[in-house]
């Protein structure tokens, strides 16, 4: 069973960064989709940022400019920086790892981490 993890969640106050990092042990890291979702209470959970196996990047329009997704092949890793933070910003932020081909699709996720923006 793949299980994900997500680390660097927090409090920060309005205008602050933070960075999340993602582990994805057991998987063939290089060859999947990464992605970062949110949920914040109430609300259906929404696609945030996104890396491709060849690093090309997509971001939600809410958070274009201001979050930077990343991802080290190497230590299978992935991370969201995020910049000028604001309380709408607050969720949980869940990492994804995403891949369909011939051989099905895989589809794995972490527990999530909670983000808070407030003063």
């Known amino acids: 069973q793949v299980q994900l993890v997500e680390f660097g969640g927090g409090l920060v106050q309005p205008g602050g960064s933070l960075r999340l990092s993602c582990l994805a042990p057991?998987?063939?890291?290089?060859?999947?989709?990464m992605r970062w979702y949110r949920q914040a209470p109430g609300k259906q959970r929404e696609l945030v940022a996104a890396?491709?196996?060849?690093?090309?990047?997509t971001y939600s329009d809410s958070v274009k400019g201001r979050f930077f997704i990343s991802r080290d092949n190497s230590k299978h890793t992935m991370s969201l920086q995020m910049n000028s933070l604001k309380p709408e910003d607050t969720a949980a932020y869940y990492c994804?790892?995403?891949?369909?081909?011939?051989?099905?699709?895989?589809?794995?996720w972490g527990p999530g981490t909670q983000v808070t923006v407030s003063s």
């Open positions: 994804n790892a995403w891949r369909d081909d011939y051989a099905g699709t895989y589809d794995y």
């Open positions: 057991g998987i063939e890291f290089s060859t999947f989709t």
């Open positions: 890396v491709a196996p060849g690093d090309t990047t």
